[in-house]
């Protein structure tokens, strides 16, 4: 009787150890370490997000997350290295030097879709309770990021079908996409680091949501929104993803004037991300080195197109301005941004005796690199630049 009525139980799809390409070798020892010894507590150990996606790619993980069926309490008794953090909700961060790996108790997302939400009704639940590795897997964003990793028996459990779209490189949302995107709109820039960063489609239905949404990212905390603005710039993908936040209009709810200027500079086409593809190059670079590109670089760039055309005094400054009124971009990225959008003139004439004190401004260095990413931009000659950067050799790094 009332079969109808009886909750279908979901199985995650399990892929055994010599199903899938992940090898210990390639995970973080001190993650390892954390993983083991919550499991020989007798807990339930997982290494969970983006470091699963990216060892499952091939590609060398940001950081190692974990997810445990632990408690936060109890996994600061595990370790003497542990501390957490966060009032509304807690996560403990385990310690190795400068190194932390972030362990995180499974949780569940109330407003998620499908079966949680049924329990939601159930009671007053706060934004973010405790709950089990399904809960955890649905509450995440996209599929391909709601992978875990099991220490028990090495296996991958894929609760949101991810392997599959790993596979065929699509990002899809979990769940209703439209639920999902309102719900967190950043969620909609994450869609598009992603695509870009991994080379991805985004799904139709979860593109479609974004169509339908965008403009819900001027809901959304203007931190979290910034933050995410300069996320899209680390690996050399910033042409890409840029193009997509005009494309789909979160530019232009963002920051209108830069989407005006675009839509009157050929759009797609638009110079802009001409500039961007230079960056690129600069950011690989850089990346291969471990070294992190300045934000008054990369937003200097950005708006550098925009900044070319107007070609008036004083335009570094108020096409800054757009940055700092939109997304609050930090008093130091502007001031940064300012000077190195405005140094283009003085370093296009050589070093002349008595115009030399700009090796000694503390921006000098990224207004070199700010420089050669314009002039290859423009395939302009690079010879007076040269001749700044000689100087510097010379004088400027002993003062
Ligand atoms: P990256 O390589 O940029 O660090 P990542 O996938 O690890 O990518 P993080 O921002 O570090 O991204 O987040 C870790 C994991 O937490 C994600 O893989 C995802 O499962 C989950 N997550 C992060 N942000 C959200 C969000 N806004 N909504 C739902 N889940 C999220
Ligand atoms: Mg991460």
Redesign the pocket.
């Known amino acids: 009787m009332f079969g109808f009525l009886k909750k279908k139980t979901k199985l995650p799809v399990v892929y055994k150890r010599q199903e899938h390409c992940i090898s210990r070798k390639n995970i973080d020892p001190d993650a390892l370490k954390v993983l083991y010894r919550l499991s020989g507590l007798g807990y339930t150990a997982y290494l969970v997000?983006?470091?699963v996606?990216?060892l499952l790619m091939g590609r060398k993980p940001?950081?190692f997350?974990v997810g445990t069926s632990a408690r936060p309490n109890e996994v600061k008794k595990a370790f003497r290295n542990c501390f957490l953090i966060g009032r509304r909700f807690r996560l403990a961060h385990v310690r190795f030097g400068a190194k932390v790996i972030e362990t995180a108790t499974f949780r569940q997302n109330s407003q998620t879709v499908g079966e949680i939400i049924e329990h939601a009704a159930e009671g007053p639940f706060e934004d973010n309770t405790f709950g089990t590795p399904e809960t955890d897997a649905y509450?995440?964003?996209f599929t391909v990021?709601?992978l875990f990793y099991d220490i028990k028996d090495f296996s991958v459990i894929d609760w949101v079908g991810g392997m599959k779209d790993l596979e065929k490189k699509v990002i899809r949302a979990i769940g209703d996409p439209n639920i999902r995107f309102q719900e967190?709109p950043?969620?909609m820039m994450?869609a598009i680091k992603f695509s870009s960063r991994l080379g991805f489609t985004i799904e139709k239905r979860t593109a479609a949501a974004m169509k339908a949404h965008h403009r819900c990212i001027l809901a959304a905390s203007q931190p979290r929104v910034c933050e995410e603005v300069f996320?899209l710039f680390p690996y050399g993908h910033s042409a890409e993803a840029f193009r997509l936040m005009y494309e789909f209009g979160m530019l232009g709810d963002l920051v209108p004037e830069l989407a005006a200027f675009i839509d009157g500079d050929g759009g797609s086409k638009s110079a802009t991300f001409k500039y961007l593809e230079v960056l690129d190059d600069y950011e690989t670079i850089m990346a291969e080195k471990d070294f992190e590109v300045s934000n008054g670089l990369r937003a200097a760039v950005l708006m550098t197109a925009m900044f070319r055309a107007e070609n008036k005094d004083g335009a570094g400054r108020r096409i800054m301005q757009y940055l700092m009124n939109s997304l609050k971009i930090p008093k130091a990225t502007y001031f940064t941004a300012v000077t190195l959008m405005e140094s283009t003139k003085r370093l296009a004439q050589p070093p002349a005796k008595g115009k030399q004190r700009f090796i000694y401004n503390r921006d000098f260095l990224d207004a070199l690199d700010y420089n050669r990413i314009v002039l290859r931009a423009e395939k302009m000659s690079e010879n007076t630049l040269d001749k700044w950067a000689d100087l510097y050799e010379e004088k400027g790094n002993n003062e």
């Open positions: 997000g983006g470091g996606r990216d940001k950081d997350d509450r995440r964003d990021n709601g967190d950043v969620r994450r996320r």
